[in-house]
């Protein structure tokens, strides 16, 4: 594929305000280590979210002589330290919306997670920023198709945080090449088109709050850190392997290949963290003591329960829904001691990305 197709014709909106609300995502295949301009080393699939949300409103009107490119706001108010950020975002999709260059845009952001819950919120916050200026486009391109839409706000948003381009669409969404699934591309993510079981149809993600603190380390510093890493290969390997383990699991309802994959992935990634040059660790002794925990109620009670990490020391939990009441039983009975301030977030799969507004002023 030639990214050129992404390129936008040039044009002068008219002022307007556009408002979305896009979900985070859960790696079930991490995306670890990237290459070139947000490229990632080998496929990822996640399961996307509906309750931990950004919802962003983009309010565009032309842009005057001197005047910046954007105002960002978090709640309502400015937030400077996301600027260097989205600033470097607008540089690097400006070849791709070329329409930007005359607007001012005033952005207004907010998740509807606890904000100091210590969940990542860049792929949630980079996807309604895409998903809203990708819509301004839209209007102005007669002949868009959906389809076109939804890759490009997710090749977009692939170029602020690269588990952003899953959380255009969902349930399940796959980014990166692969023999597995025809269409897939390094580019943007596509939805996962072939069976899914009914195990998985509403499955459960409940994320214990191990830590409220924003992580030592970003991602990005881990990913560049896999270029050297002396497992590259290695991984490059399992995680193509995984990926197709998995997809078969899916579906056929295999919940214990499921699982063992899922959890694989999540200590992987953590290794590799571990092994990366220097090392960095992000989980707590909290962290293995929750985990510890969970696979004895799995064992001693048959609930088919497994946890996943991301970049950091929470613990997601994944199960099929009609264990929803058990599973909530234990967690207050067992893991809540182990949340900061007791805070747990129940969600579950959900289907993407939303258009909430679109006015022309
Ligand atoms: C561990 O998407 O946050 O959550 O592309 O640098 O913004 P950038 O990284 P980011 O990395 C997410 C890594 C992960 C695994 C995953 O979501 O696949």
Redesign the pocket.
Known sequence: MDESIFISKNFIPKEGRVVCESPS?I?LI???G?YGL?FPINP?L?FTLSNCKTKTSLEYSPRLEGQGRFDFLYDGKIKKTFENKIEEFFERISPFCPYLENLFLKINSKNTFPHSSGI?S??SAFCSLAFCIVSIEKRYSERMTEQFFFNKVSFIARL?????SRSVSGPLMIWGENEFHSGSSNYFAVNYRHKIHQIFKNYQNTVLIIDDRIKIS???DG?KKMTKHPFINDRKNQAKNNLKIILDAISMGDLQVFIKVVEEEAMT?HSLMMSSQPPTVLIKSKTLEVIELLKNFREKENVPICFTL??GPNVHLLYPEKYKQEVIRFIKQKLVYYCQNHLFINDNVGLGTKLLDFKLI
């Open positions: 995502n790696a991490k995306y670890w990237k947000q990822s996640s990542a860049s792929a602020g945080s690269g588990s952003g970003s991602s990005s990913h990634l991301d970049a």
